[in-house]
């Protein structure tokens, strides 16, 4: 079946400016998560989902960083006035929403500020 | 700080079991063992996991030790394509009020012709 999906695959932006990444996660998952992975480096939490309400922003760098979700489905990341260290590849992923459910990845976004 | 050991490198011939392990001696009685695999430039696949009893799906066998302190990730016909990092990993998970999967440095298993 579908598994999670992300858009674009590769963004290159101007310092600055300001991006919006997509997550369509797998039907069904209620819980929807965004990580940020540095070259070399492992996964960095950002934010959690619980249908539409975010019940969990701590990993979120900064107030140039939001993210929404709706119809309990789609949610997008909106980085503003982006900087050169937010560079990385952004994942998504999502579950169902019980005790135990495995996380599913998108294969990222790989942002690159110039 | 991950709560698991790795090994940061295997070698495997192709068509053998890779057999992968993982130490997590600190464990809570109510964290479950997951094991994810990175190949690059792709996102984390999920392949198996599993709270005290041993596992077995379509990729791969999960054997838990009794004291759940160690695991054993066995792949049973290794190829090419399952050269990977692999990523052990303990959590909590609530159905997502955490978001706590902490990943690792994980092994890099090379299968090899």
């Known amino acids: 079946g579908a598994g999670v999906s992300q858009s674009p695959s590769n963004k290159v932006t101007e310092k600055g400016k300001d991006v919006e990444l997509r997550c369509d996660p797998i039907?069904?998952?209620?819980?929807l998560y965004w990580y940020r992975q540095s070259l070399g480096q492992g996964l960095e939490f950002l934010i959690y989902?619980?249908?539409?309400?975010?019940?969990?922003k701590s990993g979120l760098p900064s107030d140039r960083f939001s993210a929404e979700r709706t119809g309990g489905s789609v949610s997008t990341l909106t980085i503003q006035r982006t900087q050169q260290e937010d560079s990385a590849v952004y994942l998504c992923?999502?579950?169902?929403?019980?005790?135990?459910?495995?996380?599913?990845f998108g294969n990222g976004t790989r942002l690159t500020v110039t | 700080d991950a709560k698991t050991t790795q090994p940061p490198s295997m070698d495997c011939a192709e068509g053998r079991a890779a057999n992968l392990p993982c130490n997590h001696s600190?464990?809570?009685?109510?964290?479950?063992v997951y094991w994810y695999r990175q190949i690059h430039s792709q996102g984390p696949q999920y392949i198996i996991h599993g709270l005290k009893n041993n596992e077995t799906n379509e990729m791969a066998s999960l054997i838990i030790t009794e004291d759940r302190k160690s695991s054993t990730l066995i792949l049973p016909h290794a190829t090419l394509r399952d050269t990977a990092v692999y990523y052990c990993?303990?959590?909590?998970?609530?159905?997502?009020?955490?978001?706590?999967?902490?990943f690792g440095k994980g092994t890099k298993l090379s299968v090899k012709p």
């Open positions: 039907s069904g998952h209620t819980a």
């Open positions: 990993i303990v959590s909590v998970n609530y159905g997502g009020s955490q978001g706590n999967l902490i």
């Open positions: 992923a999502s579950s169902f929403q019980r005790v135990g459910s495995p996380l599913h």
């Open positions: 600190t464990i809570s009685g109510n964290e479950y």
């Open positions: 989902f619980q249908g539409n309400s975010a019940p969990d």
